[in-house]
């Protein structure tokens, strides 16, 4: 009676052979030389003008300061519009986001349509609807609140409903138990467990605000970002390094101060 | 000995019930600040017809711009705009592995120096406007995609090289301790042990990466760097609507496509 060793364990082919890693590789390759391709990057015609770039960079390490007083009042308007344009995204986002909870809408149907629709109006970047916006209502700080308002509603409504499907069920049942109208159900169980992630995803939404409304202005929007658009078209480059510098200023205050609140909510 | 109502301090208590109310003042002044500072312009009596155009254009998309042969179409400007996207983030994610590790925290010293000047570089290269760079680069190199990547591949290494030195900071380092315990060098920990642990998240940051160079790649074209932005901001500047819907649907139906592949491929990763 033989008793065969057993045979050790093979490895597949796919895996002696890196298959998987090697695949990986040819596509990435044959993707980043057609991509190459198609945008005629060539780091030759980059250094070859490298020194029109340094000059640039030159001038804008020697911001004009006096500037400044020029751009305090658009700085504002900035902050203005990414305040009121959050506000109003948050507000509108607030009715989609009950709806696309899956805990609270049973309708699959319903439920699948308004993210659809979430879906659709996050895929479009501010600066483009900006550039819609400008051409409906005219150039000004107008069209920059209603762009800021439609991109925060497409971010602000996606993070408020995953937050609503984490709520506790518990109170919900119970207020439905003793027969509570579901406008009843939302103001007092629903509402109270999720109003400071609300805030908190407010505040974090006018963060991200502050930094887009800066740009808009490139197109018409209002805020700083008009004067952005002058002192590039100017070449008046030392202009523009104050209005980044006082951009980021302006960033990093109000990121301070919304992670300070923040972390007083949760 | 008992803790009453008397001996606890009023103002504290004070404080507690009415500091609402401070809150309140705030958000109120914070408001009356914003809506009174903004002259609203009033909207210009074109806009119900515009936005009716506009509709219209979205209705009736001009079908024949998808593909006409010459290059310029929508279907090789997206492709283009892809391929902006691509090579941009494709290089930033090389470039950015070096500043991860260079603004990476891995000890608890509180000042620490070599990741603090990190973070402020990463945070400066942030603040620079994609749009700022792409006209930078516009002088450097010509108008053209070639700007776009350049502008996209700057531009992420703020955020990538953000993500990537705090995925360094959070990671598992028992592969580390074990290489070490077993007498491995630097560069042995970190080609056998730090980068093979670290790979799939640097990876997963670069797909999610690569969906937000889609969409600023799809805008870049509106300052001349490439793209199918440029013939966008034409269409809209000679209120050609039907030209803006086709565009529009090219860019949602790309953008969704990529977001969908990138999603699946990232839970494939992790």
């Given at each position: 009676m ?10 597949p082919w ?9 695949g ?5 390759a044959?993707?980043?030389?057609l991509?190459?391709?198609m945008?005629?990057?060539?780091f ?13 960079l ?6 004009a300061?006096?500037y400044?007083?020029?751009i305090l009042?658009?700085?504002?308007e900035t902050?203005q ?5 959050t506000?109003?995204?948050a507000v509108?986002?607030?009715p989609?986001a ?11 149907l319903?439920r699948?349509l308004?993210?659809f629709?979430l879906?659709?109006v ?6 483009l ?6 051409a ?5 700080s ?10 925060s509603f497409?971010?602000?409504s ?7 499907e ?6 919900l049942e ?6 509570a109208t579901k406008?009843?159900?939302i ?24 930094r ?8 018409g929007a ?11 078209g ?8 104050v209005i ?10 109000i ?12 | ?8 301090p009023l ?9 609402w109310l401070l809150?309140?003042?705030v ?13 609203f ?8 017809s515009?936005?009716?155009s ?11 711009y998808?593909y ?12 283009q705009?892809?391929?902006i996207?691509?090579?941009g983030t ?17 000890d ?7 990741s603090?000047?990190?973070?402020v570089?990463?945070t ?11 006209i930078?680069f516009?002088?450097?190199v ?11 591949s700057?531009?992420?290494?703020g ?10 900071e959070n ?5 580390e301790?074990a290489i ?8 042995e ?10 790979f ?11 969906e937000i ?8 074209g509106?300052v001349?760097?490439g793209?199918i932005?440029?013939?966008l901001?034409?269409?809209i500047q ?20 990529i977001?969908?592949?990138s999603e699946?491929?990232?839970k494939?990763?992790?």
């Open positions: 033989t008793e065969s060793t057993p045979a050790l364990p093979q490895r796919r895996q002696r052979y890196h298959v998987a890693a090697i990986w590789t040819l596509l990435l044959v993707l980043l030389v991509s190459s391709l945008t005629g990057a060539n030759g015609t980059f250094l070859s003008n490298i020194d029109q770039f340094l000059a640039l030159v001038q804008m390490s020697h911001p300061w006096s400044l007083h020029v009042q658009p700085l504002y902050i519009m990414a305040v009121l344009g506000t109003i995204g509108l986002a607030v989609f009950l709806l696309a909870a899956s805990n609270l809408v049973g309708n699959r319903l699948g308004i993210r629709f879906d659709l996050r895929t479009l970047p501010d600066l609807l900006a550039a819609i916006f400008v409906i209502f005219g150039i000004g107008t069209a920059g609140v209603i762009t800021l308002a439609i991109f497409g971010m602000v996606k993070l408020f409903y995953e937050v609503i984490t709520i506790d069920m518990g109170p119970a207020l439905k138990s003793v027969g406008v009843t159900i103001w007092y169980a629903v509402l109270p467990q999720i109003l400071n992630q609300f805030v908190s995803y407010f505040l974090y939404t006018l963060e991200i605000n502050v887009a409304s800066t740009v808009l202005g490139y197109l209002g805020g700083i970002g008009v004067y952005l658009q002058r002192s590039l100017e070449f008046n480059y030392s202009a523009t390094a980044i510098l006082a951009t980021l200023v302006v960033v990093l205050v990121d301070g101060i919304s992670n300070h609140l923040r972390r007083v909510l949760l | 000995m008992q803790t009453t109502l008397e001996n606890h103002p504290h208590l004070f404080w507690r019930r009415w500091h809150w309140v003042v958000v109120a002044g914070v408001y009356s600040w914003a809506i009174g500072g903004l002259h312009t009033g909207i210009q009596e074109s806009a119900g515009v936005s009716r506009i509709l219209k254009g979205l209705l009736h998309p001009d079908w024949a998808v006409n042969g010459s290059g310029e179409d929508l279907s090789s400007l997206i492709l705009t892809l391929a996207a691509f090579l494709f290089v930033s994610a090389l470039i950015s592995v070096p500043f991860a590790f260079w603004a990476a925290r891995t608890q010293h509180w000042a620490h120096l070599r603090g000047s990190g973070k570089v990463l400066l290269i942030r603040t620079f406007p994609e749009i700022v760079l792409a930078m516009i002088k450097a010509g108008p053209g995609s070639y700007a776009g990547v350049l502008a996209v700057i531009h992420s290494i955020m990538l090289g953000k993500l990537f030195s705090e995925s360094l990671m598992d380092r028992g592969a301790e070490r315990s077993a007498g491995g060098n630097r560069s920990i970190l080609t056998l042990a730090t980068l093979p642990t670290i799939p998240e640097f990876i997963s940051y670069t797909l999610y990466r690569f160079a889609v969409r600023s790649a799809s805008i870049l509106m001349g760097a793209g932005g440029t013939p901001i034409f269409a000679t209120r050609s609507w039907s030209r803006v819907g086709i565009i529009l649907l090219g860019i949602i139906v790309m953008v969704l496509a977001d969908s592949l699946r491929l990232r494939k990763l992790i």
